[in-house]
């Protein structure tokens, strides 16, 4: 095999540059994607962050009302509570 002359050194040279900076560029947009996607990731997490945390006192003031009715219910029959149930 005859050794590659000057020019034909800095010609392979300039390929494999080219070739590096081809696969440099397609790695930024690679991640340049998988920056926006998990971006777009965040945002759904927050979303839906926002709604647990909206049914969670939903939730809560919910309970709390059937609790309050429970109770209202309770007081209301109170007189009748210990009355015999032939009164009734």
Do not use: C, V, W
């Amino acid at each position: 095999m005859m050794p590659q002359t000057p020019g034909a050194q800095i010609d392979e040279l300039r390929r494999l540059l080219r070739e590096s900076e081809q696969r440099r560029q397609a790695a930024e947009l690679k991640l340049a994607d998988r920056d926006r996607q998990l971006g777009t990731a965040r945002r759904t997490i927050a979303t839906q962050d926002h709604r647990i945390g909206r049914m969670t006192a939903d939730a809560a003031r919910l309970r709390g009302t059937a609790k309050a009715t429970a109770i209202d219910a309770y007081a209301r029959d109170f007189p009748n509570l210990f009355k015999s149930t032939i009164d009734r």
